[in-house]
């Protein structure tokens, strides 16, 4: 007579068997949890990249100020500002001009360059576009790495017209290529310039 498998007697799991098998099942859970969060994370970073992209594209172009300017006419209907006598023309917001596009391009060009060439050939841009660099430390510290002491002199004279560079906590952050300007000069304005506004650091 056969034995069915129903009454052979089952092997009973010790404790530690059992808790070993329930820890698989969690970890399992807890690394497909993981990855859900790891999914959702890259995501949400891809679509923030290609939102911010398609903005920056937006005021480039011009295409933000005619949105802005649709979306206050359907909320007010055509109508006039409250504040605003009806049969005064009320000033309208254009889109930049092509000048001021191009000047845009060349001021990132500059602010993303990482080699001095690259800052060079940004900094030429931006300067034939414009005839002075714009006062912004971030963007004149920048200039300082590029090879031409023209470019140098140019972010040095408008450092060196700054009364906030003592107080100013970004200041501090170019002292290094000021040394290198110093050590590297060969004109006397540019060794002057720099020494000054190292000065003005201290």
Do not use: C
């Not at 498998?5 to 949890?33: C, F, L, V």
């Not at 206050?72 to 209907?77: L, N």
């Not at 050939?121 to 006062?135: F, S």
Request: cysteine-free; aromatic content about 2%; charged content about 35%.
């Amino acid at each position: 007579m056969s034995i069915r498998d129903s009454d052979k007697p089952r092997e009973k799991k010790s404790w530690r068997e059992i808790d070993k098998g329930r820890d698989n099942s969690q970890a399992r859970r807890d690394r497909e949890d993981r990855e859900r969060n790891q999914n959702a994370i890259t995501g949400d970073k891809t679509a923030y990249d290609k939102y911010k992209k398609n903005l920056e594209k937006m005021w480039n172009t011009g295409q933000a100020f005619q949105v802005l300017e649709e979306k206050r006419q359907e909320v007010s209907g055509g109508a006039p500002p409250p504040d605003e006598p009806a049969g005064e023309k009320r000033a309208v917001i254009r889109p930049p001009s092509e000048d001021v596009k191009k000047e845009r391009e060349a001021r990132t060009a500059l602010l993303k360059a990482i080699t001095p060439m690259e800052v060079k050939t940004a900094a030429a841009a931006l300067l034939a576009i414009r005839p002075t660099l714009p006062d912004e430390l971030e963007l004149l510290s920048k200039v300082l790495s590029s090879p031409s002491e023209a470019h140098q002199v140019a972010a040095l004279r408008l450092l060196d017209a700054r009364s906030d560079l003592a107080t100013n906590p970004s200041a501090r952050l170019f002292k290094g290529r000021l040394q290198t300007v110093l050590l590297t000069a060969s004109d006397d304005e540019t060794k002057t310039l720099a020494q000054s506004v190292k000065s003005k650091l201290a």
